[in-house]
């Protein structure tokens, strides 16, 4: 299997946005990679740490739809700006909160700005890509991605070792304020495609979401493609939802890593996973999206057995090397195949009904992760994304069939003008 020169399926638009996305992520990957001890360090106990993610994720339920309809109506760039915003003032309350409740309030406003930027982005590369190359495109975004997840946590374990909690969050405000910068600039300068309708906030009306909502919920329950994706999507997200936020929590007080090796075994999920990605969009295209993603959940499983067997750095490192490679096995098999299925009209919104579909299934999951330690013992959680991982690798390869089709999503090709971007937060 040969790619030549991968960075030539970006367009313009897609690598301006990737640029200005990464400063951006840095910062939250800086904070985000730790938060759970700093919740610790706050007075929380491990019950209280699952309640604090839990509700965290009350607020962007609300928005998540919203934030792609308004992504498909008043255009991509504008949408991120509106989550921009909110980014800026959830680092505010984290700055100066005093205690862990007051931490939540922050976390819970500043994970609005994912609910308009998530949309966005997906919905921004299936335009920027034709049928063929749409898993590769999708690869290539995240590997460059992928680089927020080797730089930001490092960053933020060494000002965590060297000067504390504070100190790193004031680094972080300091780069996702020049990031708001940034894109708001981008915003008032890249012109809309040529090719699509020029929408302005006239073009947000009840009546067209409840449209769209319509013909997304019709394809979810249709019992077709779509219904086994988020099925086994529901099941992975609940499974990794429980365990995701104790990982570094386990780390510190069972095996006894410090900050900064912890930092790095997360780095090191993000620097296979880019190195993997182009393989992996590669793969699903030539293979069809079934080999990706059965293939991807397979190694997640095995990096779950090898981590309840761990006992060392080295051990938690070779774990996040696993569930990197299948993570970019699986990802943009995934996104391409949702892509295919889903009609370009409604991109936006249907990202953001999974997304909170998928939110609300896993509301409780941090929360049950919590009760799970304290009940059962901090091992308990983790044999979760070990049972789901496997069983999701043999229901999708009898359920899906081996490539992508003719869905309704097929027309959007990519364009070469400057259109719509932005991503995660």
């Known amino acids: 299997m040969r790619i030549q020169n991968p960075l030539r399926l970006l367009t313009p638009a897609l690598t301006a946005f990737m640029a200005g996305m990464v400063l951006a992520n840095i910062a939250g990957a800086m904070n985000q990679s730790l938060l759970p001890l700093y919740v610790q360090s706050l007075g929380a106990d491990a019950r209280q740490i699952g309640l604090f993610f839990s509700l965290g994720a009350v607020a962007p339920l609300a928005f998540q739809i919203l934030g792609g309809y308004v992504s ?4 991509r760039l504008r949408a991120v700006a509106i989550g921009s915003v909110a980014g800026c003032m959830g680092y505010a309350v984290y ?3 005093p205690s862990w409740g007051w931490l939540m309030v922050g976390h819970m406003v500043g994970s609005l700005s994912v609910c308009f930027v998530a949309p966005s982005f997906d919905a921004f590369i299936a335009e920027q890509s034709t049928e063929n190359t749409r898993a590769r495109v999708f690869a290539m975004a995240e590997s460059i991605y992928a680089v927020v997840g080797i730089v930001g946590p490092p960053i933020g374990g060494f000002f965590v070792q060297r000067y504390g909690f504070r100190a790193m969050i004031a680094v972080a405000v300091a780069l996702y304020l020049l990031a708001t910068a940034l894109r708001i600039n981008m915003a008032a300068r890249v012109r809309e495609d040529a090719s699509r309708p020029r929408f302005g906030l006239g073009g947000v009306k009840l009546s067209g979401l409840r449209r769209n909502l319509g013909t997304i919920a019709s394809m979810l329950l249709a019992g077709g493609v779509m219904t086994w994706l988020f099925l086994s999507d529901c099941a992975s997200d609940i499974a990794f939802t429980v365990t995701s936020r104790f990982e570094p929590i386990y780390e510190a007080d069972v095996i006894g890593l410090r900050p900064l090796q912890i930092t790095w075994v997360i780095s090191s999920f993000s620097v296979v996973r880019m190195l993997v990605l182009p393989l992996g969009g590669a793969f699903a295209d030539r ?6 993603l059965c293939l991807g ?4 499983g095995i990096g779950a057995v090898l981590f309840l067997l761990g006992a060392e750095f080295a051990d938690f490192v070779a774990v996040s090397a696993l569930y990197g490679t299948g993570s970019a096995l699986f990802s943009p098999a995934y996104q391409s195949l949702v892509s295919k299925e889903v009609p370009a009209k409604v991109r936006g919104t249907a990202y953001g009904l999974i997304s909170t579909s998928l939110g609300i299934a896993s509301l409780p999951a941090p929360y049950v992760g919590g009760l799970m330690w304290e009940r059962f013992g901090p091992r308990a959680p983790f044999f979760l994304p070990l049972v789901t991982s496997f069983a999701m690798a043999v229901l999708l390869w009898f359920k899906l069939p081996a490539r992508g089709g003719a ?5 959007a090709g990519a364009s070469s003008s400057d259109t719509d971007l932005h991503r995660l937060r």
Do not use: F, N, Q, V
């Not at 959940?297 to 997640?300: A, E, I, M, P, S």
């Open 72 to 75: 498909d109506s008043i255009g």
């Open 287 to 292: 293979l069809g999206e079934r080999a990706g």
């Open 407 to 411: 869905g309704p999503g097929r027309t």
């Open 297 to 300: 959940h397979l190694l997640c």
């Open 95 to 97: 700055l100066l909160a």
